[in-house]
C-alpha cells in the first residue's frame, strides 16, 4: 500500500483529541477545513452529536448483524452521494428502540458528505422545531413560513425524533416538509424509534405521523432497521 500523504491521520481526515475523557475525533490540519466549518457551522447539528459522530468511532458490534448493516447501508450512502439509482429512494429512514445508533450513524452521514463532498446538509430535530414554529406565532418578524422553507428546500436533510409528537398540528406540519421534499426528490435522512409493527401498547410509526406521510416516506427512503440494547447501557460495562 502506498505510504499516506498525511502522517497525522493516515489520509482519514480526522484526529483524535482527549478532552476531561472523552475522545472527540476533529478535522485533521491537512485538509482544507474552511468550507467544512462553514457548511458544520450552516448544518444545526446540536453539539452532543456534532463532533462525536463518526464512521471512525462507531463500533461494529460483533454479535449484533442489524448493527453491522445499518453500517454498512450508512457508509456506502456517503460514499456514494449524491449519486443515487433511478427509481429506487434516494433517503434513508433509521428505525428502532432507544440508544442503538440511530442518530450516530446520520450524522455521521451528514458528517462524510460535509467533509468529504463539500456539500451542505441540515440537521433538524423534530422537536426543537415544533418548539420554534410555536414560539413564532405572535411574533409579526418571523413566520413560520420563514422556518419551514429552508428546511424543506435543503439538499440535504436529517429528521431526527420522526414521530416524537403526534398531534394533528404537528402531522401536518410534516407532511408539509416531506411533501415539498417529496416533489423536488430532495434526499431526506430520517430517525425514529416508531416502527411499522407495533406490539402491545405501543404506537406505530403510522399512528404517530399519519398514513400519508409514511406512504410517501416508503418512497423516498429505505428502511433501515436496527436492534439492539441501549449503547449507553453497554458502555458502562
Ligand atoms: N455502535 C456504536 N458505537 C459507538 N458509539 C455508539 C454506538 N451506538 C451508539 N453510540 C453512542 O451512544 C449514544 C446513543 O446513540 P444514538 O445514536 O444517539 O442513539 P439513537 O438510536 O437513540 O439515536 C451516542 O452517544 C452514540 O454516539
Ligand atoms: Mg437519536
Ligand atoms: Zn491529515
Redesign the pocket.
Known sequence: MAEPSCKKCQDSGFVFKEIDGITYSIPCSCQDTEKFTFLLQSAGIPE??KN??NFD?????KDNSS?KEAYEVAKKYAEEYPAFEKGKPNGLL?M??????????AVAILNEIMFKKKSPAKFVDLNELYREIRASYGNKDFSEYEILSPIADSELLLI?ELGCVSSLWAQDTLLYIITQRYNKSLPTLL?T?YSDDAQGKEDSLIERIGTRCRSRLYEMCRTVI?NGD???KR?KF
Open positions: 452532543i452529536y462525536r459522530c468511532n462507531f463500533q461494529v458490534i448493527i433509521f428502532g428502540p432507544c440508544g442503538v445508533g440511530k442518530t450516530h450513524l431526527d430517525t424509534n436496527i441501549d449503547f449507553r458502555k
